[in-house]
């Protein structure tokens, strides 16, 4: 059974960092593009980024480019996401996904099938 946990959220004044972890198991991690999904209240799921099965590609959302950077390490089965001078829009639940459905990073969570249950990041101005 795949299982999927994100750490690593918390609070922090803008401007600041935060790194958050994505750690799977059940499975052979190097068979999955990984994602970072965010969401808000009322809003849908949103692609921050993603990354490619060997880690040779990666994907960032405009908003985040520049700021965050996303790696994985195969050996570990972990993803982490470094996010740098953060704004208070970048507070919301993340989540971090999995799909062995393509090799490139994908950006629409339908494409994702294994799913954490989040942490919550908040950004206080």
């Known amino acids: 059974q795949v299982q ?3 750490s690593g959220g918390g609070l922090v004044q803008a401007g600041g960092s935060l790194k958050l972890s994505c750690a799977a198991s059940g499975t052979t991690f190097s068979r999955y593009t990984m994602g970072w999904f965010r969401q808000t209240p009322g809003k849908e ?3 921050v980024a993603a ?3 060997s880690g040779s ?3 960032y959302e405009d908003s985040v480019s520049g700021r965050f950077t996303l ?3 195969n050996a570990k089965s972990t993803a982490l996401l470094q996010m740098n001078s953060l704004k208070p829009e970048d507070t ?3 989540y ?3 799909t ?3 090799q490139g990073p994908a950006v629409n969570p339908v494409q994702y099938e294994y799913w954490g249950q989040g942490t919550r990041v908040t950004v206080a101005s």
Do not use: G, P
């Open 92 to 94: 919301a639940v993340y």
């Open 96 to 98: 971090c996904a999995l």
């Open 71 to 73: 790696s994985r390490d």
């Open 45 to 47: 799921r949103e692609i």
């Open 4 to 6: 999927v946990v994100e």
């Open 51 to 53: 990354i490619s099965r």
């Open 100 to 102: 062995d459905r393509v």
């Open 57 to 59: 590609a990666t994907y």
